[in-house]
């Protein structure tokens, strides 16, 4: 049984001894330094969505240090594209939408992962594009 006030820093630590990878290697992954990364073992309180990525690049899964990962980090199906319109109208420049404002931090948790996929999406999307115009 895990006892509920885990200290994130020292997870991470030890995810990270125990994956073998080393610490300039994952601190250039995850776009930060080695120092930075030294800094988050003292943290008591690192937020998931940094856990999640740390996750995906020592190749852990953290759902086992923290069980509810597991259900609000679970990989969704890709969704089918919409047909790409021929107007030169963007999604955003409709009426603006009211801001969705999550009630609870498990919503704010979801919601982070939430943009984070949108986020990587949009820049898979844009290197794709990149590669299409310098052929």
Do not use: W
């Not at 992962?113 to 590669?131: A, G, H, P, S």
């Amino acid at each position: 049984m895990m006892k509920t006030n885990t200290h994130r820093g020292e997870v991470i630590r030890e995810a990270i001894k125990a994956s073998g990878v080393a610490i300039g290697v994952v601190a250039e992954k995850m776009s930060i330094s080695r120092k930075t990364l030294y800094n988050k073992f003292k943290e008591s309180s690192i937020p998931f969505s940094f856990i999640l990525k740390l996750g995906e690049v020592i190749h852990h899964d953290f759902a086992q240090d923290f069980p509810h990962l597991s259900k609000t980090a679970k990989k969704e199906a890709p969704k089918p594209q919409p047909q790409l319109s021929t107007s030169l109208q963007l999604s955003f420049d409709g009426e603006p939408q009211e801001a969705y404002k999550p009630n609870n931090l498990r919503e704010c948790e979801q919601e982070l992962v939430n943009l984070q996929r949108k986020y990587i999406n949009l820049l898979e999307k844009f290197n794709d594009l990149l590669l299409k115009t310098q052929a």
